[in-house]
């Protein structure tokens, strides 16, 4: 969990004691990370204009996706892991290919 917070969190001894808050945190993290990432596809483009030249607009928008992609990866397992230390379990799910019991 504290891969996806910034450094200084570690330094926090409240989020070693209470692994649930640090995942807490780690989901609001990832998923700023997350929306700033589709806000700054968005609006690359207009407000990059003149700053950036065109060959170089590709690189940042794939910047942009690349880290946007990482960070819904992030906010999925950081999410099933803050679901599990809030005590919820699963149970496996038989596949297609699964002979009925």
Known sequence: MFDQ???AYRTHDVLRAFPLVLA??????VAAALAAARDGYAGARVELRG????HGMDGVLRTYEHEGSRAAVAERAVRLVERALAGERWSA??????PPD
Not at 51 to 54: F, G, I, M, N, S
Not at 93 to 98: E, K, V
């Open 5 to 7: 917070c910034p450094p």
């Open 24 to 29: 807490r945190m780690a989901r609001q993290h």
């Open 51 to 54: 700053a950036v030249p065109v």
């Open 93 to 98: 799910r038989p596949r297609p290919t699964d």
